[in-house]
């Protein structure tokens, strides 16, 4: 296709600070790539041309869509296209001994960081009540942040955050002892040679004429100085984003660099890419609408030439007969409109979500993917408690047995296992009757073990007895408080943001029970399990086999940003899911426009047929509560005016009773 006028202007405008806002689905892609080959027509030599962006795959295709516009050139230069990661670890591999590393560095990965970590805590004598992965998590969050060892002190608000401040310094002076940097150094560590060393900050700079930055409104602080840095003098930046898709400040980036580009740079020309070549005036009529609640954020709407059908709102019972609906809305598309499973995608917020629209999906054979998010059967939580399922109805199955029998810990150890385990294989039986008074293996055990062991036999014994008796929710919630599965959350998750998110997961498997029970109120336990693995082994095999080529998408949004299909069904419109819970009680503004924002990424996907679905009521830990409609469901479809919209933002809407 050709150019239209504003992307021409992008493209021939060569020099000064250029902000292209290129709204979902404009044409951002190849906006950049003709400017990059308009540039080196006009003279430019091609390695005087820096673009940078988020991906390899971004700068990969990026590159090949330049080399395809351009006649191959006898020197072989080539414009300079990479990750903000692969810049910086460029310059470092030039400049980094002024920081005291050699420039041969190595890049260390989880499990090396994690190696380091444990050591520190350890001289820190925090006698394991501090895992390795939280101050991990914790110090990139402050390195992303752009915040140095001598500061992280100032920042902390939580007793745990002074110890992790402290370690902080002594992680980082192991690492340039031993040599190495982690994945976040490499933006932070050219930042500071940036900082320090003015005269490497121009040497790098002068390597460049022209620089291009793909998806600006992700730049985290440490990117947005590098880059600035970098054109500063001769202050021919054009950067290419869409505020109206910042979705990832939870991970550092900073909607702000965006919005404030024309301040930073007061002569920057501003083009507004809004012709839309994705999704039919209908769904961008409702994007459109929903957007502009936003306060901060750049003008801008979409338009389409292309016409279609209303988007459609599915208003279902509860959360299975959402499952249910969707599911069959697929099926129908697939039988008379022949689509195929890959023309579809189901979007949703929280990892808790896919379980249902798993389950359907499996039971209809319908082939699916699931990015973004753990399978539902895939969490260690969920993982954890079907085995204990599976001891219970079958207690010789020893790779179950083994997962559960020391989680949470009942001193039950390793070189304890490792005996039970010789045993069963040396007489050829199961681990299970190893547990048994009578066997070699308990006897060679301490009295301590021996006891935990018996006390282990005799709450599966009783446990099992119980399910025999009674399968329903609640005795699954009385089983999980038996075997303390929340002391396992504790132990393992500190944070309380992600053992709450844990926890909700359990929660998941008390639904799971109660949905199954309502279509066979005669289940037992044994029936559920066969449940859960509906299609069974020949379905699983056949699906892997066509899941990368065709199959239904199951999503969060975040993983779907920058995907398009032609049908798209977001589930879950309720306040608390979408927006999110934490953002609801967030007292600023910030974490609703970046849930509004979210929201609008996922109208955006869908080229041809939109379905938003909700629940009016829905099981939460065995238990059916009312819920509300999202705030964003009255937006969308003009309904702003409702009484009930500005009650549901001010939070005080009563929970209804399910009839709406």
């Excluded at 380091?116 to 390195?143: C, H, M």
């Excluded at 977001?570 to 426009?593: F, K, Y």
Aim: hydrophobic share 35%; net charge positive; proline share 4%.
């Amino acid at each position: 296709m050709s150019l239209n006028a504003a992307q021409r202007s992008a493209v021939e405008t060569l020099s000064g600070p250029l902000l292209v806002l290129a709204g979902a689905g404009t044409g951002k892609t190849r906006v950049v790539t003709y400017r990059i080959a308009r540039l080196i027509k006009s003279g430019v030599e091609p390695d005087r041309i820096l673009a940078v962006t988020f991906t390899n795959k971004a700068a990969r295709e990026m590159l090949e869509r330049v080399a395809a516009l351009l006649p191959k050139r006898s020197d072989n230069k080539k414009p300079e296209i990479s990750t903000f990661h692969s810049l910086c670890v460029r310059i470092l591999r030039r400049q980094i001994h002024l920081l005291g590393f050699p420039n041969q560095f190595s890049i260390y990965d989880r499990g090396d960081q994690e190696s380091i970590a444990r050591q520190l805590l350890r001289d820190y004598k925090t006698n394991g009540s501090t895992r390795p992965s939280d101050f991990l998590k914790k110090v990139s969050e402050w390195k992303s942040a752009g915040i140095r060892p001598s500061q992280a002190l100032e920042t902390a608000q939580y007793s745990q955050d002074y110890l992790f401040a402290t370690a902080y310094a002594s992680y980082q002076n192991r690492l340039r002892d031993l040599g190495a940097v982690d994945f976040d150094d490499i933006l932070l560590l050219t930042e500071e040679l940036f900082e320090r060393f003015p005269e490497v900050k121009q040497k790098e700079a002068a390597r460049f004429d022209r620089i291009l930055v793909d998806e600006y409104q992700d730049t985290n602080m440490s990117q947005y100085r590098i880059i600035s840095g970098l054109a500063e003098t001769h202050r021919n930046l054009c950067v290419v984003g869409d505020d109206d898709q910042a979705i990832y400040g939870w991970r550092g980036a900073e909607v702000r660099h965006i919005l404030n580009f024309k301040r930073d740079w007061p002569d920057a020309k501003t083009v507004r890419l809004e012709e839309n070549y994705r999704s039919t005036e209908q769904i961008l009529s409702w994007a459109n609408r929903l957007i502009e609640f936003n306060r901060l954020r750049h003008s801008k709407r979409l338009r389409s030439i292309v016409q279609g059908e209303t988007p459609h709102i599915l208003r279902c019972q509860d959360g299975d007969a959402e499952a249910k609906r969707v599911v069959a809305s697929i099926q129908r598309r697939i039988d008379e409109a022949h689509r195929r499973p890959r023309d579809f995608a189901i979007l949703f917020r929280t990892n808790e979500q896919p379980r249902a629209f798993e389950m359907e999906l499996r039971a209809a054979k319908i082939p699916y993917n699931i990015v973004g998010g753990q399978s539902f059967f895939d969490r260690k939580e969920i993982k954890d408690i079907m085995s204990y399922f599976r001891a219970l109805i079958h207690p010789r199955d020893d790779v179950s047995l083994l997962r559960i029998i020391n989680a949470p810990p009942r001193h039950i150890g390793s070189a304890t296992l490792g005996k039970l385990r010789q045993f069963a294989i040396s007489n050829k039986k199961p681990i299970w009757d190893a547990l048994k008074a009578e066997s070699e293996a308990f006897q060679s055990l301490d009295p301590k073990t021996q006891d935990a062991i018996t006390n282990f036999r005799l709450l599966m014994k009783t446990q099992a007895q119980k399910f025999r008796v009674n399968f329903s929710p609640k005795t699954v919630e009385s089983f999980l408080e038996a075997i303390r599965y929340q002391d396992e959350l504790v132990r393992l998750y500190p944070d309380e943001a992600e053992r709450k998110a844990r926890n909700d997961s359990v929660g998941e498997v008390l639904d799971a029970v109660a949905s199954y029970l309502k279509e066979h109120p005669n289940g037992t336990l044994s029936s559920f399990l066969d449940d859960s693995a509906l299609g069974g082994s020949d379905f699983s095999s056949k699906q892997d086999k066509v899941a990368q080529d065709n199959a239904v998408l199951l999503s969060t949004y975040h993983a779907a940003k920058g995907l398009e299909f032609p049908e798209v069904y977001m589930v879950g419109l309720e306040e608390g899911i979408l927006p999110h819970r934490r953002s609801i009680e967030d007292l600023s503004e910030q974490g609703i426009e970046e849930e509004r924002r979210l929201c609008y990424v996922g109208v955006t996907r869908a080229q041809k047929r939109l379905t938003l679905s909700l629940a009016v009521q829905r099981l939460n830990r065995g238990k059916m509560k009312a819920t509300i409609p999202s705030r964003f469901l009255y937006e969308i479809t003009g309904q702003s005016d409702n009484p009930r919209y500005h009650a549901v933002k001010s939070g005080k809407t009563p929970q209804n009773n399910g009839q709406q």
